[in-house]
């Protein structure tokens, strides 16, 4: 029932009329000459609402000025009481106008240019304080008054009741730009806005109010100066949304210590929380801006890395497709040099015979290495723990004459596929480095993994150790071709860790040397 009434037109419209004169009187019974509350409601809905509903907003506020006109007719005059039904809402209107198609106030959805909204706040104040001060010129049009501190007070209380409502009312449209109101609603516990400004920002204001209403003595006046302080510090902390949520904050708080109206003092502190906020408004929005492009800049990053361990993981599987054709090679090449040999067997001399066969073996035990190089078997068959104990490296190391240790921690096996590979790769090629200078003769590789922060992490260490007794007996030649690096040294090793986040350390340690990994799997655990 109700929406299929909404769906009148005239229906929005009178709705539209009447929320907003409701809310225009209430603002109006909190408000007086130097704090106008409803000017930022004003503004407010200038900004936000369609253009349609622009003539209800016209009506909306031309019901309770029609009121007061006729109420006080016989006090201030027909001239007062015609020139309050003039609604300043629409005086602000081609101003706000402007703003939004000209100036693009609202660049996107979710983003909003402080600097075309101060500039709108600034010119919509101008225009209603000149028109409050020719309503008050025809209302004391036979008594001595002081036009010029009456100007400034209604310029005052425009302009600051615009910044107590209007940027804060701008904050929550972003935040309902970007999330749905229901996560929004979860999310305020987490919020470091909330918490800051509940743990750390109202207390301070409180505290000051505290002071500032008499209780500091002299210091009154300073303590309400003061109070630009936490609006700093939340601008500071998160731009120009921390800076709506104090200013906010710290307009009402001004007002809260204000013994009388019309107190000198409290409009002098109102002007400095004014000047306050607009500066923090203008220095949060670059502050803003700043934190976005870092955001942008994180996770352009993290894309990046993204992208470069898909690269990796797919050069892998190539590599898999070429270990796996080159087996199946060495196979077809074995079964036809067998059949030959069979067929030649009654044209060759025993001696000869045995030759070629060990060559034949020779041949595929090559390319059963080079296969294993590429794509270990015991990795693919059996898991990167036994890879690493069991593995080619483990025999590669041993037919060199180098003693091997592995000693492995932690779930290992929760890490994913890529980090696996990429573990192998670096595993081989630190070792590759450490043998590089032919002073190594043990090794021990140490593989730990764990999870802190929601994320998995590996740590890989090899640490080479020199015995020169045993050192004269290692086949250097055979090792290094038979590890399978990259020969790149250090360089490779940061640049293959660098994609997984990781870091990459070598110092010396006793005879031999350390290289120490550390990892971060990209998948959460």
Not at 256 to 279: K, N, S
Not at 456 to 485: E, F, I, K, N, Q
Request: glycine share 8%.
């Amino acid at each position: 029932m109700l929406t299929r009434i909404w769906e009148y037109i005239w229906f929005r419209h009178l709705a539209v009329a009447a929320g907003y004169a409701a809310g225009y009187v209430l603002l109006r019974e909190i408000s007086f000459s130097h704090w106008v509350l409803f000017a930022g409601l004003r503004l407010g809905v200038l900004m936000l609402m369609p253009y349609r509903y622009w003539p209800a907003l016209l009506v909306g506020e031309l019901v309770p000025l029609g009121y007061i006109s006729l109420a006080c007719l016989d006090e201030f005059g027909w001239m007062w009481s015609a020139a309050m039904l003039v609604p300043p809402i629409g005086l602000a209107m081609p101003i706000v106008h402007f703003c939004r198609e000209q100036r693009r106030l609202f660049p996107t959805r979710s983003i909003t240019s402080i600097n075309v909204l101060l500039l709108c706040s600034l010119l919509v104040s101008v225009v209603w304080a000149f028109a409050d001060t020719v309503a008050l010129i025809l209302a004391t049009l036979h008594t001595p008054y002081d036009y010029r501190a009456a100007a400034g007070r209604y310029f005052l209380g425009c302009y600051i009741g615009i910044l107590t409502v209007v940027p804060l009312v701008l904050a929550v449209r972003e935040e309902l730009a970007e999330k749905p109101l229901r996560q929004i609603l979860a999310d305020v516990p987490e919020s470091r806005l909330v918490l800051e400004t509940v743990s750390l920002l109202l207390p301070a204001l409180a505290l000051l109010v505290w002071l500032a209403s008499g209780v500091a003595g002299d210091a009154t006046q300073a303590a309400r100066m003061a109070m630009f302080l936490p609006v700093a510090w939340l601008s500071l902390r998160h731009g120009w949304r921390g800076a709506a949520v104090g200013g906010t904050a710290a307009s009402i708080a001004v007002i809260l210590t204000m013994p009388v109206r019309h107190d000198h003092e409290t409009v002098q502190a109102q002007v400095f929380i004014a000047f306050t906020i607009t500066t923090m408004l203008m220095l949060g929005a670059r502050i803003a801006l700043l934190h976005e492009r870092e955001r942008q800049e994180r996770m352009d990053s993290r894309l990046a890395l993204a992208m470069a361990q898909r690269n990796v993981y797919l050069g892998e599987l190539q590599l898999r497709q070429t270990s796996y054709a080159l087996e199946q090679m060495s196979g077809a090449i074995q079964s036809s040099y067998n059949q030959l040999l069979g067929r030649m067997r009654s044209l060759l001399p025993g001696s000869d015979e045995r030759s070629y066969y060990r060559q034949a073996a020779v041949a595929q035990h090559q390319m059963y290495r080079l296969a294993d190089s590429l794509y270990p078997l015991t990795w693919r068959d059996r898991g990167l723990p036994t890879a690493l104990r069991e593995g080619s490296i483990p025999r590669a190391l041993d037919e060199g004459g180098i003693i091997y240790w592995c000693d492995i921690q932690g779930d290992v096996e929760q890490l994913s596929g890529s980090v696996h590979m990429a573990l192998y790769r670096l595993a081989s090629e630190a070792i590759g480095v450490a043998c590089s200078r032919r002073n190594v003769s043990k090794i021990r590789v140490s593989l730990r993994a764990g999870r802190s922060r929601g994320r998995r992490w590996a740590v890989l260490c090899v640490d080479s150790d020199v015995d020169y007794d045993r050192l004269a007996r290692v086949r250097w030649d055979d090792l290094l071709s038979a590890l399978g690096g990259t020969g790149m040294g250090l360089g490779a090793l940061k640049d293959r860790a660098g994609i997984f986040e990781g870091k990459v350390h070598a110092r010396a340690r006793g005879n031999g040397n350390r290289i120490s990994m550390i990892l971060f799997d990209p998948e959460l655990a």
